[in-house]
Each structure stands twice: as structure tokens, then as C-alpha cells.
């Protein structure tokens, strides 16, 4: 889990660098080498690749689209550590939607730290006058896009495959971000060729990562290991980005991911 989230920490710090790409034609770039990767796999091992939910897996390649392109648009007026921090409501939402659409329940404790988290956003925002509103809509919209990605894979099931799963949403964010990334492409210079080419590769691998480290211990143990990638995100905005984070903006972040840590324990109990 700790190479995984390294790995997602680099690849949304080189998206970060690379501010001055469209976000579509980024999209292009990170889901291309993702698909190129995972094709591969499913041919070598013989998966078969159309896989059998296809109509919930087009779905949550669409909703996948937009919380990543959200995302991206949002590195563009925040700090990478921040928007990584509130693109973890996600979970939020998916339990939410899964209340209403799934009719799964909650305990009353979970309520709670859904609130807290929310307290988190609101002394981000409230307390921090560097938090750009555009940016927070943007990655609140993502994260909201990113939960409901979490409720149609549990409606998919064990049905299929999960790298099909996933190679469908890299298959459609390529075309789709291709193709909307036509007009306003602007060529790649010196090393934004390997950024850009990298990050279907660190996506991809943190993938592979996250859902081994899912396989081979009790998620309960796993899951709040993955908020590491706060601290690496931060760390690598700090440093490479010369990013600022006030007490309020600190203590925010904390109160989000805490809250979320402690659900997945709760949930998980």
C-alpha cells in the first residue's frame, strides 16, 4: 500500500507540474498508458477482455472520466496536498449513495465522522483565505463523481474481472480524452514527454499495488495506510512546489483524514 500511494503521489505531482497541459489531453496521456499496460495483461493471461457487465462497467467509466478530468482541472488552483485531501470525501458520497441505492445502512457514529469531515472542509475553506473557491468546487464535484465510481463497482460485483473493469474506464477516458483534447493540444516539450508518459505507468502500477495489498491483508489494517499519500503529496508540494499551508489549512486536512480513517475502522468492525 505505501508503493501504491507513492505512486499516485508522484503521478498527481508531475499533473501538477504540468499545469500548462489541457486537462484533456493529460487525461489522454494518463489513461493511454494505463490501457496499453493492462491490454497487455488480460491478452497474456487470457481474461476475457469484453468481460460480462458491460452497460454498469460503461457507467463507471463515465463517472470515473469526470471525477478524474474534475480532478485535474482542480490541481490547477490548488495545492496538489490539499485537492488530494478532499478528493478523500469520495467515500462519503459512495456511502451515501450506497444507503439510498443499495439500502445498505449506517451506524450512527459513522453520521458523525461524515460531519467531521465536513468541519474539516469548512475550516479549510472558512479559516484559509489561500483556498481558491474554483478549485474547491472542482475537486468537491470529483470527489462526489469518485463515490459514485465506488458504488457501481459494488453493483458490478466479482462478476468480472477487476482490471476490465478498470481497462474499460482507460479505454473510454483515451478516446474521450482524445478526442476533446484535438482542438486546444498543445505540443509536448522536452521533459513534459516523459511526465506525460509516466503517468499511466505510476496509475497503473498503483493500482496493481493497492489491490494486492487488499488481497493479502484484512482491509481494516490496509485501508488506512492509503491516506500516506496525503503526507507524500503534501511533502512533494512543499518541497517541489513551494506550497504553503497555513495552521487552519494543516488542522482542516487532519480533521479529513481522521474522520475518514476512523470509518473505515468503524465500518469495518
Known amino acids: 500500500m505505501i508503493i501504491s500511494t507513492f505512486s499516485f503521489s508522484l503521478m498527481n505531482s508531475f499533473i501538477k507540474y504540468l499545469a500548462h497541459i489541457p486537462t484533456f489531453e493529460i487525461v489522454f496521456f494518463r489513461t493511454i498508458g494505463s490501457l496499453i499496460l493492462g491490454t497487455t495483461y488480460i491478452l497474456i493471461k487470457g481474461i476475457p477482455i469484453l468481460g460480462n457487465n458491460r452497460r454498469f462497467m460503461i457507467f463507471r467509466a463515465l463517472a470515473g472520466l469526470t471525477a478524474m478530468s474534475l480532478f485535474f482541472m482542480s490541481l490547477k488552483y ?10 478523500y470525501l469520495a ?3 459512495a456511502a451515501v449513495f ?3 441505492l443499495l439500502k445498505e445502512r449506517l451506524k450512527p457514529i459513522q ?5 467531521f469531515a465536513f468541519a474539516g472542509v469548512l475550516v479549510l475553506k472558512g479559516f484559509d483565505n ?3 473557491t474554483t478549485g474547491l468546487l472542482l475537486v468537491l464535484a470529483a470527489s462526489v463523481f469518485s463515490g459514485l465510481v465506488y458504488v457501481l463497482i459494488r453493483k458490478i460485483g466479482n462478476g468480472d474481472h477487476p482490471l476490465v473493469i478498470v481497462n474499460y474506464f482507460m479505454f ?4 474521450i480524452g482524445g478526442v476533446l483534447s484535438i482542438k486546444d493540444w498543445v505540443p ?3 521533459i513534459d514527454w516523459l511526465l506525460l508518459s509516466s503517468l499511466g505507468i505510476f496509475g497503473f502500477f498503483g493500482q496493481v499495488f493497492m489491490t494486492k495489498a487488499f488481497q493479502i491483508a484484512k482491509t481494516n489494517l490496509v485501508a488506512p495506510l492509503k491516506y500516506i499519500e496525503v503526507i507524500f503529496t503534501i511533502s512533494v508540494g512543499i518541497f517541489w512546489f513551494g506550497d504553503i499551508y497555513s495552521p487552519w489549512s494543516l488542522l482542516g486536512i487532519v480533521m479529513i483524514v481522521a474522520a475518514l480513517i476512523a470509518n473505515v475502522i468503524v465500518g469495518k468492525r
Request: net charge positive; no cysteine; charged share 5%.
Open 188 to 190: 509536448p516539450m522536452g
Open 98 to 100: 450506497a444507503v439510498f
Open 78 to 87: 490548488l495545492p496538489v496536498g490539499t485537492a488530494v485531501s478532499l478528493r
Open 172 to 175: 473510454i477516458g483515451a478516446v
Open 111 to 115: 453520521w458523525f465522522l461524515f460531519l
Open 91 to 93: 467515500p462519503i458520497y
Open 130 to 132: 489561500n483556498i481558491n
